[in-house]
């Protein structure tokens, strides 16, 4: 079946600090994938996402591109801010639209 | 336009209560998701409703949950009898077109069992 690994956390910057947080994907098929992120007390928010090899999602300064070779999709952003800090999740749909999600990293961004 | 919303946002019941929640999806998504997040792991799904139809309910824990959408509008997912590894955050989402798989995502229902 799909499976999404993770990075382990919690991660733990400083203000400006370069951010990457690892995730590899296992699925048959070309899924699509996805970054969401939680926010202190709210729901999941989808963050970025690319649907097809090559593409690169964005959003907020976050970036993550889809790389079919290494079965990977790395969450990157050159300077995190304090407002940053929530749990972030790698997340893949297959053509059901079923989604499987990584467990979830803990981003903690001090100033 | 209004996302997602969940109800109840946290519920605390004993074991061997019955507890039901409730989703609402964005107006005119057919596709209605329900996923759980256990003890900080994972995010599982559950079920996935086209319409009021059940789509594939391959990750339903056992025959005590229980999902409906009647007229394929809002969703109720009956947890009977609770248990206490049943406690988590259950997270309910909508889709347009589920080939795209971009999902919304409700702020979910924390449940505890005691």
């Known amino acids: 079946g799909n499976s999404v690994t993770q990075m382990e956390g919690p991660v733990t910057l400083s203000e400006e600090a370069f951010l990457t947080i690892n995730c590899t994907y296992t699925?048959?098929?070309?899924?699509?994938l996805f970054w969401y992120v939680q926010y202190p007390g709210e729901g999941l928010q989808l963050l970025l996402k690319a649907t097809k090899a090559d593409d690169k999602g964005s959003n907020k300064g976050f970036e993550a591109t889809y790389r079919k070779e290494t079965t990977s999709f790395h969450l990157e952003k050159g300077s995190v801010q304090v407002s940053d800090s929530a749990v972030y999740f790698c997340a893949l749909s297959d053509r059901a639209g079923k989604s499987t999600f990584g467990d979830g990293t803990t981003l903690t961004v001090k100033p | 336009e209004a996302g997602v919303t969940q109800f109840p946002s946290h519920s605390v019941i004993e074991k061997g209560q019955t507890v039901t929640l409730r989703c609402d999806p964005i107006?005119?998504?057919?596709?209605l998701y329900w996923y759980r997040r256990v003890m900080g792991k994972e995010i599982k799904f559950l079920l996935h409703f086209v319409k009021e139809s059940k789509q594939d309910e391959s990750g339903m824990p056992n025959n005590r949950f229980l999902a409906e959408r009647t007229g394929g509008t809002y969703s109720t997912l009956k947890v009977q009898p609770a248990e206490l590894e049943d406690s988590g955050v259950y997270f309910c989402?909508?889709?347009?077109?589920?080939?795209?798989?971009?999902?919304?995502f409700g702020p979910g229902t924390r449940l505890t069992v005691t």
């Open positions: 989402a909508s889709s347009q077109e589920r080939v795209r798989g971009e999902q919304y």
């Open positions: 699925a048959t098929g070309y899924p699509s």
């Open positions: 107006s005119g998504h057919d596709n």
